[in-house]
């Protein structure tokens, strides 16, 4: 069909005017009404199959003004409902019977874990009986036990002690017995007691005047021997450090107790009163550290004349031996001899510690 306006007919051509437009269109417009009243007859249809199905008047017959179509379309439409109700019925009749079996399962899993929390329980609580079935006397047994073991181990060691003290009372009994330390009674009235060391009698720090400096010096030199044997022995350290005769060094010697112990370098005899540090090569070297001066335990001269002809000789071989008598009183104090150390006269008597420190009978204390 040809348009009469701009005579054309109707193609997929581009339109030329507004009525061939409005022709293309018309179709289209018929097809969606009628499209539309479809929709209405078949919703007319579904209210009376509806209202066929749930009356709004209860007194009216259920086919009371209805034609055959609409008693079929009601029929229909109650079966679909029937069957979508059914569908619906079923479908939540499945969901509920998963839930039922997902119930089940978890009630399931649950009655497990408490069946098998009851006999972990159980067997703890086995555990617990046996644990605790005569606890007390095996604790009465095991502390028994350790008690024994424990005294035992405390009656060994008591026992080496008592040995080692022995062994070191021995050795130190004999050191003095080879020295020659032994006890003299005067018999004069006043039965006065002296002291020998190694065939020489022990000064007594109170009558240093009279011997000779020979008898002093080997006196002290032999109780300096003597005593840091009997302290190696007994695993001491005496407060004084005592420096025997060595290498290039001929005497003994002794240090204060701030000086006693320190590294020093070896020495050559420098350190001994009598050497001189003046010399050709003195100052062509740097000058030493300073070295603690140690005291000596000699003398060349009567002490008298010593005081007289070199007081500062003289105050360190006093302090020397001061010292000496010091660790003498210090030793006899540590083997729990009481010499009255608050005594001058009795620390002054080097003799007498000693004897009764190494010679004299051991006190029997009552049990």
């Known amino acids: 069909m040809s348009c009469h306006i701009c005579t054309s007919a109707h193609s997929r051509l581009p339109f030329l005017c507004p009525t061939c437009a409005r022709s293309r269109l018309y179709q289209l417009r018929l097809e969606n009404t009628r499209v539309l009243l479809e929709k209405e007859s078949l919703g007319r249809q579904i209210e009376r199959a509806v209202s ?67 006999a972990n329980l159980s067997r703890r609580r086995s555990d617990a009986e046996s644990a605790q079935y005569q606890l007390e006397g095996r604790e009465a047994a095991i502390l028994t036990g350790v008690q024994n073991t424990s005294k035992r181990a405390e009656h060994l060691w008591h026992n080496l002690h008592s040995k080692t003290a022995e062994a070191r009372i021995f050795l130190c009994r004999e050191a003095a017995h080879l020295y020659g330390l032994r006890q003299k009674t005067s018999r004069k009235s ?76 070896p020495s050559n005899g420098s350190d001994t009163p009598h050497s001189s540090t003046f010399g050709p090569t003195a100052s062509k070297t740097t000058e030493p550290r300073t070295q603690p001066r140690p005291r000596p335990l000699f003398i060349d001269k009567p002490l008298p004349r010593l005081a007289k002809e070199d007081p500062g000789t003289y105050a360190l071989f006093l302090e020397g031996a001061t010292l000496l008598a010091w660790d003498v009183a210090w030793l006899c104090r540590t083997q729990g001899i009481n010499l009255t150390s608050d005594s001058w006269e009795e620390v002054c008597n080097i003799g007498k510690g000693m004897w009764q420190l190494l010679v004299a009978p051991l006190l029997k204390h009552p049990p």
Not at 60 to 84: C, F, K, M, V, Y
């Open 52 to 118: 066929q199905e749930f009356p709004q008047n209860p007194q009216s017959a259920p086919g009371e003004g209805l034609n055959a179509n609409d008693h079929e379309s009601s029929r229909r439409w109650t079966l679909q409902t029937i069957a979508s109700r059914q569908a619906a019925s079923s479908s939540r009749r499945e969901n509920l019977g998963q839930q039922i079996e997902a119930l089940k399962e978890e009630v399931k899993a649950k009655k497990a874990d408490i069946s098998e929390r009851k």
């Open 190 to 265: 006043d039965g006065r007691q002296s002291y020998v060391l190694g065939g020489i009698a022990i000064v007594d720090l109170k009558d240093m005047n009279g011997p000779t400096p020979a008898q002093i010096s080997t006196s002290l030199s032999n109780i300096a021997h003597l005593l840091v044997l009997v302290s190696h022995y007994l695993s001491l350290r005496l407060p004084a450090e005592i420096t025997l005769p060595h290498r290039n060094h001929p005497t003994p010697t002794i240090y204060s107790p701030a000086a006693s112990y320190h590294s020093r370098e």
